[in-house]
């Protein structure tokens, strides 16, 4: 059995009627599930990078770096976040309502609405963009105010990234504030010991000089001492050679020889390279200088150098180094190397932490309810019914006129094959 294309024209034009039949049924069956199903519609919303400026509060601060877009990428990781999903579900009562259908868990409404969200990161080079945008969608049935809840749910996100970002920055400038407190104290106390050190040296050093202060005062005294006893020594034996001698007033050795007989007027003149020896001054004069030695209390007098030992010792009874070290009332201005420590600590108890102003992302498209759904597509679900119903009816009809073919071609067989047997006989009765 053989066919043509004419032939299967044939069979499918009597049986035009059955494709017809197949057809109008896949088609109204594409038309119920066209007009009949849920219709899903979709929200979006576009978010870009923040402008330089709306971070530039938070930037100058110099302990926290926001490049925009890290502050995009942030927003996104939120978006994408189980947990911000789930908590701004639960706080939404027509999500709940809407998702927690009878005989569900919260839990369960959920995943049937976090499996409604999607977000992508926009393609640049198709996009011609020079920045990395964010498209956030969300699929939702009719009833449900898809747009509202897209922006709440990115503006809520929005506010959870902020308020961790000011948290963030709390604790940081907190943490750098300890720190710089703890070096000023560190500074404060270093000076608090070098100050005791240094009084303690400046004492220690006055101690010293006036220890060898008082040790010179007792060498020069005993010096003086000697020095006295040995002029009464002295005195002593110059009186016992002036009584010896008979020289009672100050003498010298040309006037206790002989007489020299002049004429006229005698000018007498005695030169010695030699120091008169001491009792020429006669015993009175001796014996005057000897007894008011002997009244001597003190020598302290006759040495200018212990007038200036004196001045020194009283001058190191109060060290006003010391004492204006002890004085000092605020510490803090005589630390030195703190200035950039100090100025650190004012800065940052000036850096602003109130961010309820900061921008970290721009929205640049709003969700707004869309009229049209994205599924189902009435017109192409219809067109593919017609489609699918046409080829089903020729499939049907085609497969039918061939087995119809096939079994009036068998029976034919089998006919001529009964004919011919009978045939066959009969030639062999004759």
């Not at 219709?39 to 576009?46: F, G, K």
């Not at 911000?84 to 005989?103: I, M, N, S, W």
């Not at 020299?260 to 200088?289: C, D, H, R, W």
């Not at 017109?379 to 489609?387: E, N």
């Amino acid at each position: 059995m053989e066919f043509d294309l004419f032939s299967i024209a044939q069979i499918l034009w009597r049986r035009r009627i059955l494709i017809l039949a197949v057809t109008l049924f896949v088609t109204a069956a594409a038309a119920m599930y066209a007009f009949f199903s849920t219709a899903v519609y979709q929200a979006s919303t576009v978010l870009r990078p923040p402008a330089l400026n709306d971070l530039d509060a938070i930037n100058r601060s110099v302990v926290y770096s926001l490049p925009p877009q890290d502050a995009l990428m942030r927003v996104g990781a939120s978006l994408e976040s189980y947990q911000t999903r789930f908590d701004f579900f639960k706080q939404d009562p027509e999500l709940v309502l809407a998702y927690k259908t009878h005989g569900k868990t919260l839990e369960q409404g959920f995943e049937k609405f976090n499996q409604s969200l999607r977000l992508v990161q926009s393609d640049t080079k198709k996009e011609k963009s020079l920045r990395k945008n964010l498209e956030f969608t969300f699929n939702y049935d009719d009833g449900l105010d898809g747009a509202r809840v897209l922006n709440a749910l990115v503006a809520y996100a929005v506010e959870n990234e902020r308020s961790q970002i000011e948290t963030e920055l709390k604790i940081i400038i907190g943490n750098r504030i300890d720190e710089v407190d703890a070096k000023l104290k560190t500074a404060v106390a270093e000076y608090g010991a070098q100050k005791e050190s240094k009084i303690a040296r400046l004492t220690e050093k006055d101690a010293i000089h006036r220890a060898q202060l008082q040790d010179e005062l007792k060498g020069i005294r005993v010096q003086l001492k000697l020095r006295r006893e040995a002029r009464l020594a002295q005195l002593k034996e110059a009186i016992s050679i002036a009584r010896a001698l008979g020289i009672r007033k100050p003498s010298t050795p040309s006037s206790m020889a002989d007489d020299i007989a002049s004429t006229g007027s005698v000018i007498k003149t005695e030169v010695y390279n030699q120091q008169i020896p001491l009792y020429f001054m006669g015993y009175e004069v001796l014996e005057a200088e000897r007894d008011t030695l002997r009244k001597r209390s003190s020598d302290d007098f006759t040495e200018p150098r212990i007038a200036e030992i004196r001045k020194k010792l009283l001058m190191l009874e109060a060290n006003r180094n010391i004492e204006m070290l002890k004085a000092r009332e605020n510490e803090m201005l005589f630390l030195e190397g703190i200035e950039s420590l100090r100025a650190e600590d004012a800065r940052l108890k000036n850096v602003k932490t109130d961010l309820q102003n900061l921008r970290i992302v721009d929205v640049d498209q709003l969700a707004v309810s869309n009229p049209d759904p994205i599924r189902p597509k009435k017109g192409l679900i219809l067109i593919l019914g017609i489609c699918l119903g046409l080829i089903a009816g020729l499939v049907i009809a085609l497969c039918r006129g061939i087995f119809k073919l096939r079994m009036r071609y068998v029976h034919q067989v089998d006919l001529d094959s009964r004919v011919l047997s009978k045939t066959i006989a009969a030639e062999q009765l004759a």
